[in-house]
C-alpha cells in the first residue's frame, strides 16, 4: 500500500502521517516513510532527535 498527504502548509500532513506511521507499526506492518517537504520535519515527529535526523541521508530522486 502507498499512502500520500497532500495539503496546503500548515494543514498537519507531518503530524498526520507521523501519527498514521506509529499506528501501522503498532499493528507490526512495515512502514517506509519518506519526508519529500522541503522542511523536513517527520523525523522528529517520529521521535528522532534533531541531531539525528539532520544525520539521515536526503532522499535522491533521480
Same mark, same amino acid.
Given at each position: 500500500m502507498r499512502v500520500?498527504?497532500?495539503?496546503k502548509g500548515g494543514s498537519g500532513k507531518?503530524?498526520?502521517?507521523?501519527?498514521f506511521c506509529r499506528y501501522l *507499526?503498532?499493528?507490526?506492518?512495515s512502514v517506509? =516513510?519518506?519526508d519529500a517537504d522541503i522542511n523536513?520535519?517527520?523525523?522528529? *515527529?517520529?521521535?528522532l532527535s534533531e541531531g539525528d =535526523?539532520?544525520?539521515l541521508p536526503p532522499w535522491d530522486w533521480r
Open positions: 500520500a498527504f497532500v495539503g507531518t503530524t498526520f502521517s507521523s501519527l *507499526a503498532d499493528l507490526e506492518a517506509i =516513510a519518506i523536513q520535519h517527520l523525523g522528529m *515527529a517520529l521521535g =535526523a539532520t544525520m
